[in-house]
């Protein structure tokens, strides 16, 4: 007697772990992308896989912040910045190649940092009242980071030291040579 397939009902009934999936397939317009960022698409799918997992069970328990983009003029003058700056507080630099329109970093913790040209076409702008934050692992990266920023065409927005609106946290701020205020602590509580 020939196996009769089973009906819907009855798939439904069965155990999660026992439910046939189909595999998740990313767009293919962000394939070339993803060979490039990640060396093969098969790894880009394998990422992708694991983020929706990660993202389904942070859904239930928290929101997560997944990236922040800022604008810039100048990708040449944003990549050497940010690479220079995020090197000293111990990230890698930018995982998007020379040549792409935009720059992508990989922040611990998951989040990505991404700066390219405004998607309008028109001029980048800074955020009025905008600032970004980044922990430090020491006041040493602090002062390390806020170097860079100045040698590699940012403007100091606050000299490293401890900060009294910080609750005497040790930070410093800069603008990116697009203008964008950012800032590093080491030792900032928030709330």
């Known amino acids: ?28 317009s962000l394939l070339p992308m993803s060979e490039r960022l990640f060396g093969s698409p098969n790894l880009a799918l ?6 929706d997992k990660t993202q389904r069970s942070d859904k239930r328990e928290s929101m997560m912040l997944k990236s922040v983009r800022f604008g810039c003029n100048d990708l040449d003058k944003a990549r050497a910045f940010y690479d220079a700056t995020f090197a000293a507080l111990g990230a890698g630099p930018s995982a998007a190649p020379a040549g792409y329109p935009m ?10 940092f991404l700066c390219g040209p405004a998607r309008d076409g028109e001029p980048a702008t800074a955020a009025n ?16 980071w806020h170097a860079a920023g100045l040698a590699n065409g940012g403007s100091s927005e606050g000299d490293p030291e401890a900060k009294p609106q910080a609750r005497g946290a040790f930070g410093a701020y ?8 950012i800032c590093a602590y080491h030792g900032l509580s928030m709330g």
């Open 129 to 144: 009242g905008g600032t970004v934050i980044f922990e430090a692992p020491s006041e040493d990266a602090v002062k390390a």
């Open 46 to 51: 394998t990422m992708r896989s694991q983020d």
């Open 174 to 181: 800069l603008r990116d040579p697009d203008g964008n205020k």
């Open 1 to 28: 007697m020939p196996h009769a397939a089973p009906d819907a009902k009855a798939i439904r009934q069965r155990p999660a772990n026992l439910r046939r999936r189909e595999p998740r397939l990313v767009d293919k």
């Open 103 to 112: 720059i992508l970093y990989n922040l611990p913790g998951g989040a990505r």
